[in-house]
């Protein structure tokens, strides 16, 4: 399915002189090439009377797009995103629903909005010091806006930074209205350890830098450099006990920043996807055919072709070498394969899945933190990791298998000679470390749990008793 750009605009009723809060997730469905697409607006407050929006397109994977401008007018608020001329108009009834009617074109379908609550947000009066703070990179081309949390008193507190996992997110790792890293900063706050949780370039308070779209995995890990360096300034940090915790992508970005800086004391990988970016990207795809409902020989015999194609990327300068060389394997692999599997897979000529087989993998290769996610090798960073490490995994995270990855880590450090490494599967939780009922990435939204308390209480636990 394309992508839809969405431009929105939302009409609600307001009351100023009145408690009501538009603020939050509002999750709706509309109808899109015979299945139902989720549409999600995260509005936030500004001011008095100003808010900021951004929304969400869970099917597409699609998160956190700025909206341009959110205007309240009287009884109505209209969001625009300043694109592809689409919108939406709707009335709020000043407790969990917005009604209305979502405008693409000439085409008009009804859309009902429902606030999504999560009852683990955090609440003010918090308990501990919370400061939004911004700072530079040493070179002034990157600012960052991030929050700093640590209980109230007078001592210096051991201090982590929280590193997002793909995609642009903000500070507090905003999903489907979860606030999984305010959640977890939270936490740890109220149990003695300072926070520092930052935007990723391009949001919240944090600008996109020259790179612009090209950065990459090791650009973010020098990000988190430039984040530790801002710690070291705070007379309120104990510079003995700094820490990393990456989640996803940031777990392999937290291992390349131990490798390089001595000032990192202890390490948490959270659904860290240590066999590479390329295994991780064809066990995902199996999983999203399995779930479609193709049969198994089937499934084996794309990711077979997807791998070695994948393969191709690191030793290809250029789109016109690694054509030449698909072109290739293609060939070869297509001999072999049966008449059924061909026409489940929809093979013809140079297509596969109903694509050209070029332009699905050169878009892929057009994208460079694609092309680095997939030819990075994080096992050669984590083998120089000799500071303290917690690895964990949901039991039932279906974008990094729990039992390989952690398998391959504990492998990993042990060669190494690393003396003090945990690693640690969690029975029943999901990529986010919510309890889940199956771990697919559709459940996400519909859990109420932004995270489990039991992974909360083992993360810090870990954490403090590494910080003495």
Same mark, same amino acid.
């Given at each position: 399915?394309?992508?839809?750009?969405?431009?929105?605009?939302?009409?609600?009723?307001?009351?100023?002189?009145?408690?009501?809060?538009?603020?939050?997730?509002?999750?709706?469905?509309?109808?899109?090439?015979?299945?139902?697409? %989720?549409?999600?607006?995260? @509005?936030?407050?500004?001011?008095?009377?100003?808010?900021?929006?951004?929304?969400?397109?869970?099917?597409?994977?699609?998160?956190?797009?700025?909206?341009?401008?959110?205007?309240?007018?009287?009884? $109505?608020?209209? @969001?625009?995103?300043?694109?592809?001329?689409?919108?939406?108009?709707?009335?709020? &009834?000043?407790?969990?629903?917005?009604?209305?009617?979502? @405008?693409?074109?000439?085409?008009?379908?009804?859309?009902?909005?429902?606030?999504?609550?999560? +009852?683990?947000?955090?609440?003010? +009066?918090?308990?501990?010091?919370?400061?939004?703070?911004?700072?530079?990179?040493?070179?002034?081309?990157?600012?960052?806006?991030?929050?700093?949390?640590?209980?109230?008193?007078?001592?210096?507190?051991?201090?982590?930074?929280?590193?997002?996992?793909?995609?642009?997110?903000?500070?507090?790792?905003?999903?489907?209205?979860?606030?999984?890293?305010?959640?977890?900063?939270?936490?740890?706050?109220?149990?003695?350890?300072?926070?520092?949780?930052? #935007? &990723?370039?391009?949001?919240?308070?944090?600008?996109?830098?020259?790179?612009?779209?090209?950065?990459?995995?090791?650009?973010? !890990?020098?990000?988190?450099?430039?984040?530790?360096?801002?710690?070291?300034?705070?007379? &309120?940090?104990?510079?003995?006990?700094?820490?990393?915790?990456? %989640?996803?992508?940031?777990?392999?970005?937290?291992?390349?920043?131990?490798?390089?800086?001595? #000032?990192?004391?202890?390490?948490?990988?959270?659904?860290?996807?240590?066999?590479?970016?390329?295994?991780?990207?064809?066990?995902?795809?199996?999983?999203?055919?399995? *779930? !479609?409902?193709? #049969?198994?020989?089937?499934?084996?015999?794309?990711?077979?072709?997807?791998? *070695?194609?994948?393969?191709?990327?690191?030793?290809?300068?250029?789109?016109?070498?690694?054509?030449?060389?698909?072109?290739?394997?293609?060939?070869?692999?297509?001999?072999?394969?049966?008449?059924?599997?061909?026409?489940?897979?929809?093979?013809? &000529?140079?297509?596969? @899945?109903?694509?050209?087989?070029?332009?699905?993998?050169?878009?892929?290769?057009?994208?460079?933190?694609?092309?680095?996610?997939?030819?990075?090798?994080?096992?050669?960073?984590?083998?120089?990791?000799?500071?303290?490490?917690?690895?964990?995994?949901?039991?039932? #995270?279906?974008?990094?298998?729990?039992?390989?990855?952690?398998?391959?880590?504990?492998?990993?450090? =042990?060669?190494?000679?690393?003396?003090?490494?945990?690693?640690?599967?969690?029975?029943?939780?999901?990529?986010?470390?919510?309890?889940?009922?199956?771990?697919?990435? $559709?459940?996400?939204?519909?859990?109420?749990? =932004?995270?489990?308390?039991?992974?909360?209480?083992?993360?810090?636990?870990?954490?403090?008793?590494?910080?003495?």
């Amino acid at each position: 399915m394309k992508k839809i750009f969405i431009f929105l605009w939302f009409s609600f009723m307001l009351n100023q002189l009145m408690a009501q809060d538009i603020t939050g997730m509002w999750q709706g469905e509309i109808p899109a090439g015979g299945r139902q697409l %989720h549409i999600v607006f995260n @509005i936030k407050k500004t001011g008095d009377t100003s808010y900021t929006s951004t929304f969400d397109s869970p099917d597409q994977k699609a998160f956190g797009i700025p909206c341009n401008k959110t205007t309240v007018l009287n009884d $109505s608020v209209f @969001i625009d995103l300043g694109k592809a001329g689409i919108s939406y108009r709707g009335l709020w &009834d000043k407790k969990k629903n917005i009604n209305g009617t979502f @405008i693409q074109g000439t085409t008009r379908l009804p859309l009902n909005l429902e606030v999504q609550l999560r +009852p683990q947000t955090p609440k003010q +009066p918090y308990g501990y010091y919370s400061e939004d703070v911004e700072y530079d990179n040493a070179d002034k081309s990157l600012h960052y806006g991030a929050t700093f949390t640590r209980p109230n008193g007078s001592e210096k507190y051991p201090a982590v930074i929280i590193i997002t996992g793909s995609g642009t997110q903000d500070r507090d790792g905003t999903l489907f209205g979860h606030k999984l890293y305010w959640v977890l900063a939270d936490y740890l706050t109220k149990n003695g350890i300072a926070v520092l949780r930052v #935007d &990723d370039r391009g949001a919240g308070k944090s600008t996109v830098g020259v790179n612009g779209k090209n950065a990459t995995s090791l650009d973010f !890990s020098y990000d988190v450099e430039t984040s530790l360096n801002y710690l070291e300034t705070r007379a &309120d940090v104990d510079k003995k006990h700094l820490g990393l915790i990456g %989640h996803s992508e940031g777990g392999i970005i937290a291992p390349m920043v131990a490798a390089r800086r001595k #000032d990192v004391s202890f390490i948490v990988m959270w659904g860290a996807p240590e066999v590479g970016g390329a295994k991780i990207n064809a066990a995902q795809n199996a999983y999203g055919l399995k *779930q !479609s409902g193709m #049969d198994s020989l089937s499934v084996n015999a794309f990711i077979d072709l997807h791998s *070695q194609i994948l393969a191709l990327f690191g030793s290809s300068e250029n789109k016109e070498v690694l054509d030449q060389k698909m072109q290739v394997v293609f060939d070869n692999w297509k001999k072999v394969q049966n008449q059924k599997v061909l026409d489940n897979l929809k093979v013809h &000529d140079n297509s596969l @899945i109903g694509q050209t087989l070029f332009l699905m993998y050169n878009g892929l290769y057009d994208l460079p933190w694609i092309r680095f996610f997939l030819t990075y090798n994080p096992q050669a960073d984590l083998a120089k990791v000799k500071c303290s490490v917690l690895a964990v995994n949901g039991e039932k #995270d279906t974008q990094v298998n729990a039992r390989e990855n952690l398998d391959l880590i504990k492998k990993i450090l =042990t060669q190494n000679g690393n003396k003090d490494f945990e690693v640690k599967v969690l029975p029943g939780l999901n990529h986010l470390l919510q309890t889940a009922q199956t771990g697919d990435f $559709s459940e996400y939204a519909k859990i109420e749990e =932004t995270m489990s308390p039991i992974a909360l209480k083992n993360i810090c636990n870990w954490i403090k008793l590494h910080a003495r």
